[in-house]
Nanobody, 127 residues
Framework: QVHVVESGGGLVQAGGSLRLSCTAS????????MGWFRQAPGKEREGVSC????????YYADSMNGRFTISRDNAKNSVYLQMSSLKPEDTAMYYC????????????????????WGQGTQVTVSS
């Protein structure tokens, strides 16, 4: 059984930084791409970033504007999202997800059914 667990969320002032962490177990971690998603109240979930199995290929949604950096450590079965210059509009529940079908980020974000999902970690940015 695959388990995905996020951590690192919290309350931060606008302009601040946070580093989200995610650990996945129950799968061959370095076979699969990993993604970060977020969902704000009343809004649809959006794909934030993706990193390929090797870490050499990454994808970011345009709205991140270079403020976020995704990375992974396959030795630790972990993926990270470094967020800087945070804005109130970044407030959301952030989810980590492991793809079930691919080691790459082509087509990101894919349909929700092709990911193993974590429970989410709340990020709140105050103005």
């Amino acid at each position: 059984q695959v388990h995905v667990v996020e951590s690192g969320g919290g309350l931060v002032q606008a302009g601040g930084s946070l580093r989200l962490s995610c650990t996945a177990s129950g799968l061959t971690f370095d076979d699969y791409a990993m993604g970060w998603f977020r969902q704000a109240p009343g809004k649809e979930r959006e794909g934030v970033s993706c990193i390929s199995w090797s870490g050499y290929s990454t994808y970011y949604a345009d709205s991140m504007n270079g403020r976020f950096t995704i990375s992974r450590d396959n030795a630790k079965n972990s993926v990270y999202l470094q967020m800087s210059s945070l804005k109130p509009e970044d407030t959301a529940m952030y989810y980590c997800a492991a793809t079930k079908i691919s080691g790459g980020c082509g087509g990101f974000p894919l349909h929700a059914d092709v990911y193993h999902w974590g429970q989410g970690t709340q990020v709140t940015v105050s103005s």
